[in-house]
C-alpha cells in the first residue's frame, strides 16, 4: 500500500524561525516520485519540487530545502528564515506505478507570524 | 498566474440545478484531472483523462458527469448535487500520463456551495 504521512497538523512560528516540515512515505515500488506542494488560501496548489525515487541528492531554492532520505522514507521540507507569505497548507504527494496516482498526505498549516 | 483556468471561481446551486464547471489549459498537456477537496483535507482524485479519454473514474456518483471536448478543455457537468458535495473542486493538468512522475499543474479551483 502506498501512504504518505505528515504528522504535523498545524505549525506557527514567528517571522525569521526556519521551520521544517517533516513527511514521511510507505510504498513498494522501486521507482516512485516524491513531490511538495503549497496551498495558499486562496486554493491553488503550487508545485514546489519532485524528486525521483534515485536521486537522494538534497536541494536548495532560495529560502527553500529539501532533504530526501530512503534509508528512513522522509522527504522533509525545510524553510529559512521564515516569512508572513509562506504562511499556507503544505502537501507531500507521493507517486507511484502501482497506482499511478498522486497520494496526498493530510497536509501541514504552517502559520507564519509577523 | 496559473497557467490552469478554472471557471467560475464560486458557484453556489440548489439541488435540483443543473451547472458546469471549466477548466482550461494551454500548456500542451495531455492529461488532465478532477479532485475535489473537502475543508482541512487533501484533494481526492475524481476523475483523470489521458489524451481526452477517461482512464480513471474513482467510483464518483453518476451526478458528476465529467467531459473532455478537446485537449485543451475540461468540464464537470453537475446535477442533482448534494449538500455534502460542497468543497472545493481543483483540475490539473500534466504532460502525459504515460510519463510517470510529471508534476500535476493546479488551477485556483471553484468553490461549490450546495444549498
Known amino acids: 500500500a502506498q501512504k504518505v504521512t505528515q504528522a504535523q497538523t498545524e505549525i506557527s512560528v514567528v517571522e525569521k524561525e526556519d521551520v521544517t516540515l517533516d513527511c514521511v512515505y510507505e510504498t513498494r515500488d522501486t521507482t516512485y516520485y516524491l513531490f511538495w506542494y503549497k496551498q495558499p488560501p486562496s486554493g491553488e496548489l503550487v508545485f514546489l519540487i519532485r524528486r525521483n525515487s534515485f536521486d537522494e541528492q538534497n536541494e536548495i531554492s532560495g529560502r527553500y530545502s529539501w532533504n530526501f532520505q530512503k534509508s528512513t522514507s522522509s522527504f522533509n521540507f525545510t524553510i529559512t528564515a521564515s516569512q508572513v507569505v509562506d504562511s499556507a497548507v503544505y502537501f507531500c504527494?507521493?507517486?507511484?506505478?502501482?497506482?499511478?496516482?498522486?497520494?496526498f498526505g493530510t497536509g501541514t498549516l504552517l502559520a507564519v507570524q509577523p | 498566474d496559473t497557467e490552469v483556468t478554472q471557471t467560475p471561481k464560486h458557484l453556489v446551486m440548489g439541488m435540483t440545478n443543473k451547472k458546469s464547471l471549466k477548466c482550461e489549459q494551454h500548456?500542451?498537456?495531455?492529461?488532465m484531472y478532477w479532485y475535489k477537496q473537502k475543508a482541512k483535507k487533501p484533494p481526492e482524485l475524481m476523475f483523470v483523462?489521458?489524451?481526452?479519454?477517461?482512464?480513471i473514474n474513482e467510483s464518483v456518483p453518476s451526478r458528476f458527469s465529467p467531459e473532455c471536448p478537446n485537449s485543451s478543455l475540461l468540464n464537470l457537468h453537475l446535477h442533482a448535487l448534494q449538500p455534502e458535495d460542497s468543497a472545493l473542486y481543483l483540475c490539473a493538468s500534466s504532460p502525459w500520463r504515460g510519463r510517470p512522475g510529471q508534476p500535476q499543474h493546479f488551477g485556483d479551483g471553484t468553490r461549490l456551495s450546495i444549498l
Open positions: 500548456m500542451g498537456h495531455r492529461a
Open positions: 483523462y489521458s489524451y481526452e479519454k477517461l482512464s
Open positions: 504527494a507521493l507517486y507511484g506505478g502501482a497506482t499511478n496516482k498522486l497520494i
